[in-house]
């Protein structure tokens, strides 16, 4: 197990490979930075994984290399030395969609990193591949990070039990609920939104202890501002 700097106390975020990181913030919330530094600084852990971006919105990501766009079809297998695709389907097919991530089930080990989960929300359960990529990860291992800014249009099945929660500011009273569920707060006790405009609760799923908050991606040690 590995271990992620994140508090000025010196604690640790234990992290492991395989790992799902969920992300839920309304528009402007500052959650695409958040998941790009969290990438970053994941690859700087697991160096010999490769990355896979799923951009369905096309804007965020252009600076990467290896960026591939498509009108129904698929992005080539990754050959030889390149650790990077940064997949922009331009029309999203889900029989499309699930064999590309059939493909990064099959490529262990790896790191998902699905920028804007709506685009996965086709049919009444959403994709299966994300799912399973979920729930098998840490057998194979693909690690998985997952961003969204409404939660309120995903499937409960999409999003089973995330191992690392970034709840930054939300929109709704539904999604706010959710993700104090994800995060372990009691439905008696109230969890503020963020006082600053980038500001981030974090928790485990697996820690017995209240959420951590911080100002913004950048308060976390270990994560360079970019």
């Known amino acids: 197990m590995d271990k992620l700097p994140i508090s000025p106390t010196n604690s640790k975020i234990q992290v492991r490979p395989g790992d799902t990181w969920l992300l839920a913030g309304r528009k402007g919330s500052g959650k695409t930075t958040a998941g790009k530094l969290l990438t970053g600084q994941l690859l700087n852990i697991y160096p010999t994984h490769r990355l896979y971006i799923f951009d369905g919105k096309m804007r965020d990501f252009q600076h990467y290399p290896n960026i591939i766009q498509t009108d129904g079809g698929l992005p080539p297998k990754m050959t030889g030395n390149q650790r990077t695709q940064v997949w922009q389907p331009l029309t999203i097919v889900p029989e499309r969609v699930e064999e ?3 493909r990064v089930r099959q490529d262990p080990p790896a790191i998902l990193q699905v920028d804007e989960l709506l685009f996965l929300c086709y049919g009444p359960n959403g994709s299966d591949e994300l799912t399973n990529i979920t729930k098998l ?3 194979l291992p693909i690690l998985t990070v997952v ?3 409404e939660l309120v249009r995903v499937p409960r099945g999409t999003l089973t039990q995330p191992d690392h929660v970034m709840r930054l500011r939300l929109k709704s009273r539904y999604e706010r609920r959710l ?3 994800f995060l372990n707060v009691d439905e008696d006790e109230h969890l503020a939104e963020p006082q600053d405009r980038h500001g981030i609760w974090y928790g485990h799923a697996e820690v017995d202890e209240p959420p951590r908050y911080y100002h913004s991606i950048q308060a976390l040690p270990g994560l360079p501002e970019r």
């Open 179 to 181: 993700m104090s569920d």
């Open 100 to 102: 590309w991530l059939w």
């Open 147 to 149: 961003q969204t800014q």
């Open 137 to 139: 990860g840490r057998g």
